[in-house]
């Protein structure tokens, strides 16, 4: 039997939490950057691998940068934005937001102005750091000029932060499943995690939603490992291969959001 199911057309975005080592010195020093505390050096090469991914299959994407991480590789984020994918903040050195208070404005400032100097213009995307915020974080992010805010795992649609102080600011929140670092952080086998994503995926393109899938270029709950690399490329080819789908930076996609968005009252 034919299926005449309609399928619509879906928005997807690949991102990328680029944590290196930015991740290891939240607990130690660099000197102390040895063993289990040294998988963030392996980010570079997970880069590497993405880029080409990303390169070889006409797909644009976006890169959460902690700025810590873009004042000790400058020139990898440089790489990044080069290849054409956008670059957005994750904090400073992945703070805590909802335990900063005051302080909280000075650093997202701060983020904001160390990637701006290595890019070359201020990021208009934030992420908060393992998804935690204080009740004043969206509107001093709009007051900073960040036009979208991708923190949150509650919608499968862009959705306005009017009502939290955001103004023009959208949502473009994650999806749990999509995020690599939820599967393989319990050690799941390569095909249970293609299986996942692609169930996910199939369920969220037959209603038309958005999609905001999560990557990470470490080795240990990321996809930068060689035999991960291969996995993903599988599974982007089943994307294209079973559309309509369209790959699109999250800026791309709040750009689009915004112009349904309710203005601020």
Same mark, same amino acid.
């Given at each position: 039997?034919?299926?005449? %199911?309609? !399928?619509? =057309?879906?928005?997807? &975005? /690949?991102?990328?939490?680029?944590?290196?080592?930015?991740v290891e010195l939240r607990q130690v020093s660099r000197e102390r950057l040895v063993g289990r505390y040294a998988y963030g050096k *392996?980010?570079?090469?997970? !880069?590497?691998?993405?880029?080409?991914?990303?390169s070889d299959m006409g797909i644009p994407a976006t890169f959460f940068v902690p700025a810590l991480e873009a004042e000790m590789n400058p020139g990898l984020i440089k790489e990044i934005m080069a290849a054409g994918h956008e670059i957005a903040s994750n904090g400073y050195a992945l703070e805590d937001h909802s335990t900063l208070g005051d302080s909280e404005g000075a650093i997202l400032e701060? %983020?904001?102005d160390v990637? $701006? +100097?290595v890019i070359g213009s201020a990021p208009v995307?934030?992420? %908060? =750091?393992? +998804?935690?915020? &204080? *009740?004043?974080? /969206?509107?001093?992010?709009a007051s900073l000029g960040y036009r979208y805010d991708s923190s949150l795992q509650d919608d499968d649609h862009p959705y306005s932060l009017a009502a939290d102080g955001g103004g023009r600011m959208v949502e473009l929140p994650q999806n749990e499943i999509l995020l690599d670092q939820t599967l393989f952080a319990i050690r799941q086998t390569h095909d249970r995690v293609l299986k996942n994503w692609t169930e996910e995926f199939v369920g969220l393109r037959r209603e038309?939603? *958005?999609?905001?899938?999560t990557l990470h270029p470490r080795p240990d709950y990321g996809v930068?490992? $060689?035999?991960?690399? !291969?996995m993903l490329a599988e599974f982007l080819r089943f994307i294209r291969d079973n559309g309509p789908v369209t790959f699109r930076t999250c800026a791309d996609v709040a750009r689009s959001a915004a112009k349904q968005a309710p203005k601020a009252a």
């Open positions: 039997m034919t299926n005449t %199911a309609k !399928v619509t =057309p879906m928005d997807f &975005s /690949i991102t990328v939490n680029l944590h290196g080592t930015s *392996y980010a570079a090469l997970g !880069v590497e691998r993405m880029l080409t991914l990303f701060k %983020a904001r990637l $701006a +100097g995307g934030w992420r %908060a =750091p393992d +998804g935690l915020m &204080s *009740y004043k974080t /969206i509107g001093l992010l038309g939603c *958005y999609a905001n899938m930068g490992r $060689a035999s991960r690399m !291969v």
